[in-house]
């Protein structure tokens, strides 16, 4: 399994509160990826972002041992994003600053598949072959929309309000994730990304950028793309490959 990422600030913002991790070394032999965008502004989002993405990844880091299967990872990644949480809600009531927050996006393989967890609107997409799906459901108010009928995917990626998420870590101190397994065969890809990324490229645009540049170079690529878009957002993507020649995960 290959793993890298990317983050630009695009160009409008003044900061870029994206923040990404990414780990192919652990001691017990699996990967790791996430990807958080933080909110509430200058004087929260890039603190709470960079806070979650460093507490998920040390939970990782003190609780991964050798031979854990996707079942096992799905409740070490609760147990991650719980910590992640708690330790942004710690610090915003410590600075009293209570709106900062953050999503999360994060991917752990291991040798029977790949546990994929999120809250807000940061998403995973699982990519084969010639095909693009997304693997996480966003907790927003333009995704209550179109599951209601309300809005199409395309009205919802030009909403007024499609900043509005219904699920982050740090409001509260206590939050739910979701959790996705996916089997990964031999040229399989999957990943994680920031709004600032889909907002601007359709899925078969992610899906062209991926299929056609070198995985090294890939993040970088399709933050070139959402960049000749405007990129009114910051920008964030880790790819996680199973080369050609692989072995089924």
């Known amino acids: 399994m290959m793993i890298y990422g990317a983050t630009d600030i695009g160009m409008v913002r003044r900061e ?3 923040s990404y ?9 699996h990967k790791a990826g996430v990807v958080c965008d933080g909110m509430g502004g200058p004087a929260g989002g890039q603190l709470a972002s960079s806070i979650a993405v460093r507490a998920y990844m040390d939970c990782l880091s003190r609780r991964l041992q050798p031979g854990m299967d996707v079942s096992e990872l799905r409740k070490l990644s609760r147990e991650a994003v719980s910590e992640a949480n708690y330790a ?10 209570q709106s900062m927050g953050t999503t999360l996006v994060s991917a752990v393989a291991c040798t029977s598949g790949v546990l994929v967890s999120n ?15 997304r693997v996480t459901r966003d907790h927003s108010l333009v995704q209550d929309m179109i599951e209601r009928g309300e809005l199409t995917e395309d009205e919802a990626r030009v909403h007024p309000k499609r900043n509005l998420i219904t699920r982050a870590l740090g409001p509260d101190s206590a939050v739910d994730c979701d959790n996705y397994a996916c089997q990964m065969g ?5 990943l994680l990304c920031t709004d600032g990324l889909v907002n601007t490229l359709t899925d078969p645009e992610i899906l062209s950028v991926v299929r056609e540049t070198a995985p ?3 993040p970088a ?14 920008v964030t993507a880790v790819l996680m490959l199973n080369p050609e020649r692989g072995d089924p995960l």
């Open 16 to 18: 870029n509160q994206d």
């Open 88 to 97: 942004v809600w710690s610090e915003a009531q410590r600075i009293g600053y």
């Open 186 to 190: 031999p040229g399989d890809a999957l």
């Open 216 to 218: 090294e170079a890939c």
């Open 21 to 29: 991790a990414i780990r192919a070394d652990f001691p017990s032999g």
């Open 119 to 133: 809250v807000g609107d940061s998403r995973a997409y699982f990519l084969h072959g010639h095909r693009i799906f």
């Open 221 to 234: 690529e399709l933050i070139r793309a959402a960049r000749g878009r405007g990129a009114p957002d910051n």
